[in-house]
T-cell receptor
């Protein structure tokens, strides 16, 4: 089993739809979680951190489920500009003892 | 604020040749990371520096890859000799804080796209 797994997609949804995807992780000791966005042939950019209590930023909501060991990203009222690959990042440990793992990404395509 | 700079942007070499990539992180960022991203996959951490010390190089193929961060600022990643499977985008990132901090955002450079023929 991979340490961090994402559904590769592609998710193809109409503009204005709500879409959600998950990222599962295997190490129950993991403590830091992030969602990054990567446009085609560009570098990843931070979308949002994922906090234990869940967090929202405009149309985006991130949640953490420690019991089932997954994080989720919900996008409401999707825009054409949301088309991208969404990478989850799971970090276990701190500083020199940290292990950083990126998921393989979920491709999202928003159609007009 | 200037972002993370990387050069070259593209490199084509033949197998068994050597290649080096350069990264200049955001000023003041203590932590620097090198990632390898193969097409269709997420970035894979190769090495992490805190200032000029290596804190994690467990996934760096040390028989052919080497990296250094002189004076805790710029960094170079070298591959010698290159193999076909090294074809990938090499991303450099930097962050103000330490890996594991839930508020520690990594800022990525544009990457170097390496093709090994």
């Amino acid at each position: 089993r991979k340490e961090v797994e994402q559904d590769p997609g592609p998710f193809n949804v109409p503009e204005g739809a709500t879409v959600a995807f998950n990222c599962t992780y295997s190490n129950s000791a993991s403590q830091s979680f992030f969602w990054y966005r990567q446009d085609c042939r560009k570098e990843p950019k931070l979308l949002m951190s994922v906090y234990s209590s869940g967090n929202e930023d405009g149309r985006f909501t991130a949640q953490l489920n420690r019991a089932s060991q997954y994080i989720s990203l919900l996008i409401r009222d999707s825009k054409l500009s949301d088309s991208a690959t969404y990478l989850c990042v799971v970090i276990t440990g701190y500083s020199s003892a940290s292990k950083i793992i990126f998921g393989s990404g979920t491709r999202l395509s928003i159609r007009p | 604020e200037a972002g993370v700079a990387q050069s070259p942007r593209y490199k084509i070499i033949e197998k068994r040749q050597s290649v080096a990539f350069w990264c200049n992180p955001i000023s003041g960022h203590a932590t620097l990371y090198w990632y390898q991203q193969i097409l269709g996959q997420g970035p894979k951490l190769l090495i992490q520096f805190q200032n000029n010390g290596v804190v994690d190089d467990s996934q760096l193929p040390k028989d052919r890859f080497s990296a250094e961060r002189l004076k805790g600022v710029d960094s170079t990643l070298k591959i010698q000799p290159a193999k076909l499977e090294d074809s990938a985008v090499y991303l450099c990132a930097s962050s103000k804080g330490l890996a594991g901090d839930p508020y520690n955002e990594q800022f990525f450079g544009p990457g170097t796209r390496l093709t090994v023929l």
